[in-house]
């Protein structure tokens, strides 16, 4: 499995515009509950950034309820769909494990993209945002819950497969102790779109302690 989130990224940028129409229009509370409760730690005009932010839409939805918002994705075709949809967010090509803002943020949401890279990237990518993420700062993190890593079929893609890298909640809780974050809330979704991976979906909400 080699190159696992470059080929991830090609995958995305093939499937960027089928994505978009399936879950962009999504606008109904219990599909919101993910990002809606990682709104509810914070401050109305705090600082988020949305690492791995696809298509845009949280960062969207994030602005929409008052928040200052910046973007980035290694997905280019992701980030085109981005910008077109939301011209007055800020969003980069960039890399989330080296990945840095400018000025320091309130909040990280890292919603369905950690779980395409290996662990050692996962925790490249949190020894990144310790350095801009202020303490008592909220990372808000979405991954498939189960347990290895594999390769799949890419619902929008079948023959392709993708990479991800699965966890259960006592293994998310452990790493994120390690390094630093204090788990304060954690939510479940089951899926429900027949293009979505066929894991539930696992919310951590912790606190840059």
Not at 34 to 45: A, D
Not at 122 to 133: D, M, S
Not at 139 to 163: A, H, R, S, T
Not at 165 to 189: A, C, N, P, S, W
Request: hydrophobic share 35%; net charge neutral; with cysteine.
């Amino acid at each position: 499995m080699k190159n696992k989130n470059e080929k991830a990224v090609k995958i995305y940028d093939q499937i960027a515009e089928d994505y978009a129409k399936t879950y962009d229009p999504i606008d109904n509370e219990g599909d919101l509950i993910f990002p809606s409760t990682f709104l509810s730690y914070l401050k109305p005009g705090s600082f988020i950034v949305d690492l791995g932010c696809g298509t845009g839409f949280s960062a969207g939805y994030f602005m929409s309820k008052g928040m200052k918002v910046e973007g980035a994705d290694l997905s280019s075709g992701m980030i085109n769909i981005a910008k077109r949809n939301y011209p007055d967010i800020k969003f980069s090509i960039a890399d989330m494990r080296k990945f840095k803002p400018e000025i320091k943020t309130d909040a990280v949401w890292a919603g369905y993209s950690v779980f395409h890279f290996e662990q050692s990237d996962f925790e490249k990518t949190l020894k990144t945002v310790k350095t801009y993420l202020k303490p008592q700062g909220i990372l808000g993190i979405v991954v498939q819950e189960g347990e290895g890593e594999i390769e799949i079929p890419e619902p929008f893609l079948p023959n392709e497969k993708i990479y991800l890298h699965l966890y259960t909640e006592q293994e998310l809780r452990m790493f994120l102790d390690r390094f630093g974050f204090e788990v304060i809330e954690t939510k479940r979704k089951l899926p429900k779109n027949p293009k979505e991976f066929t894991y539930n979906k696992l919310l951590l909400i912790a606190r840059n302690v």
